[in-house]
């Protein structure tokens, strides 16, 4: 009975497969990219960023229809220019980086609701919105996986700068000529990983496989490897349940995927070491070892 609920779903169904493969590859390259917006303290900017991308994918669906190429292409460039775009205004103007991020995330999700209702249905709007788990293809796996590879082999590469700049960004632009490499090498893997996560999940849940993980890994662990494997780990269990969910009680998979990782946050918020109650029940005398 367990083994028929639990495995035969991915067995016998395709579609269940494939979806499986898109959830585990973004797994791997989102998520670690997510622990890191976390430690920068950008989760937020990461919702806005999700959002920034929506006009350049309404404006591929607009020419091109569903054309995966044409909203990959459309939202990177979207998401690059609004990411871009609130750098410059953060430094040549009195508001903050976040105040110009959540201005030009309304308009952008604005833009792209306009865009895709000019010509699209309630049912288009709802897959750019919300995304299609079980719809994928062969493309578009091709694409999520090939994301989550460059995502990897990026930050194997960009490890020790991304590290030192969660923590000390003003020594690391003193010591090193990295400094801006990390930095928009960074928010180039962020943008090119909510695109990435965009054609599973939608523009609206795109960040939530980013951030929730990473976010329920901080409440359990402290040094970065360990936060980092779990976080994926996190995901990975996450996917697989929020499928499963969706498969028995047939409701949306996308949905599903990132109210199961809301509860593995929500139970860290109040079991872990770090969280609301574990944090009491760990308390030590000041000088125990």
């Known amino acids: ?35 890191f917006l976390l430690l920068r303290r950008m989760s937020l ?3 806005a960023m999700a959002h920034a991308i929506l006009p350049g994918a309404a404006l591929g669906y607009l020419a091109f229809g569903l054309s995966l190429g044409a ?5 990177i ?17 009195i508001l903050k980086e976040d ?14 609701v306009m865009i ?19 719809a994928l293809d062969d493309n578009s796996l091709m694409l999520i996986s090939s994301i989550s590879t460059l995502s990897l082999l990026a930050l194997a590469l960009l490890y020790r700068p991304l590290v030192l700049e969660c923590f000390d960004s003003a020594f690391l632009r003193g010591v090193s000529a990295a400094s801006p490499i990390a930095h928009y090498g960074f928010l180039v893997l962020v943008v090119l990983n909510l695109v990435s996560g965009f054609h599973a999940l939608g523009t609206l849940m795109a960040v939530g496989i980013m951030i929730l ?10 040094q970065l490897p360990a936060m980092i494997g779990l976080a994926v780990l996190i995901a990975l269990v996450s996917g697989v ?16 995927i990132i109210l199961v990782t809301g509860l593995v946050y929500i139970a860290s918020l109040a079991l872990a070491p770090g969280g609301m109650l574990g944090s009491r029940l760990d308390r030590r005398p000041h000088f125990e070892s």
Do not use: K, Q
């Open 213 to 222: 993980p990473a976010a329920a890994a901080r409440l359990w662990v402290r």
């Open 241 to 256: 349940s929020g499928l499963l969910v969706s498969f028995h009680l047939d409701v949306p998979a996308g949905p599903s």
């Open 1 to 35: 009975m367990i083994e028929s609920s639990l495995i035969t779903p991915f067995t016998e169904f395709e579609f269940m497969r494939r979806a499986l493969a898109g959830c585990l590859a973004l797994a791997f390259g989102a998520t670690p990219v997510g622990v």
């Open 116 to 134: 895709v209702s000019l010509r699209g249905r309630n049912l288009d709007l709802l897959h750019v919105l919300f995304g299609s788990v079980l």
């Open 77 to 93: 460039i979207a998401g690059l220019v609004v990411a871009l775009a609130a750098g410059l205004v953060a430094r040549s103007s």
């Open 71 to 75: 909203m990959t292409i459309g939202g």
């Open 45 to 47: 900017m990461g919702d």
């Open 99 to 112: 105040t110009s991020l959540a201005a030009f995330y309304l308009l952008s999700i604005a833009t792209g």
